[in-house]
């Protein structure tokens, strides 16, 4: 199965356990639709390129994954999009 990476900014004004649970949530959500998650790194708390919604910083983190099957990815890019606390994503 193809490799992917997943990187996404968590909005900063979370506490450390709103955090990881959205860390967890997003690693559940990799999982139950059929992905091999392969590392979470947590990058923490960095500096933005330049600001989103005034913040400056953000909370980084970066997930290896495969997947079989690519139709997964519009839904994951859709649900991580629709996710408040989470203000950017790249897959």
Do not use: C, W
């Amino acid at each position: 199965a193809p490799m992917y990476e997943l990187m996404y900014i968590i909005n900063p004004v979370l506490n450390e356990e709103q955090t990881k649970e959205i860390v967890q949530r997003v690693t559940a959500y990799l999982s139950d639709n059929g992905a091999a998650v392969e590392q979470v790194n947590e990058m923490g708390s960095q500096r933005l390129a330049y600001p989103i919604e005034k913040k400056r910083n953000g909370y980084y983190v970066v997930v290896n994954f495969r997947l079989g099957a690519p139709d997964v990815l519009p839904k994951l890019d859709r649900a991580l999009r629709i996710n408040d606390d989470i203000m950017r994503h790249l897959i």
